[in-house]
């Protein structure tokens, strides 16, 4: 039986770089065709409303920022066990954690392998629905390295053919 993978992008598009993730996810949906096992989904803010999805994949690649302190634009590439409350973006006590959430998964009997691909955002503190110019310009990079790391652990996509401008 084929391992089932969820690519799923998290983060706020209401704040600027801390939606990186979301965009990450949407750009791998649009530039490239992904084996039958693979599932890509917009995660947004859901936190905890995550659980089903993540309890239904047996690998879960999550595209997200980090603050690593590290200068803005840096590339991570993590594991659960790399993950700690210093990479982890919380607008309030009332949300939860990537890592709260996977915790919550091993807790209901499910604790799927995940990977991490996160980058430094250059902005996560003012309201805007939008990347900045900075990060929007790291993003084919990002994607582009995520396919690359994907394809060595044989998570194969093919890049569709060229959009047009107005995509």
Known sequence: MEKRILILGVG????????????????LERHFDWPANVRLVDGG?????????LMEC??????DVALGGHAPGTFYQLDAADLNPALSIRQSMHQTSLGDTLISCELAGHKPEA??????????????????????????????RVVAELGKAG?????????????
């Open 45 to 53: 803010t859901l936190g905890l409303l995550l659980l089903a999805e």
């Open 115 to 144: 990977l991490i691909y996160a980058m430094e955002p250059f902005d996560i503190q003012n309201a805007r629905a939008c990347l900045t110019r900075q990060a929007e310009k790291k993003l084919p990079q990002f994607c582009a």
């Open 12 to 27: 706020n598009t209401l704040l600027g770089d801390e939606g990186f993730g979301v965009h990450a996810v949407r750009y």
């Open 155 to 167: 998570i194969t996509a093919k890049k569709k053919p060229c959009l047009s401008r107005a995509e």
């Open 58 to 63: 047996d690998l879960a690649i999550i595209l």
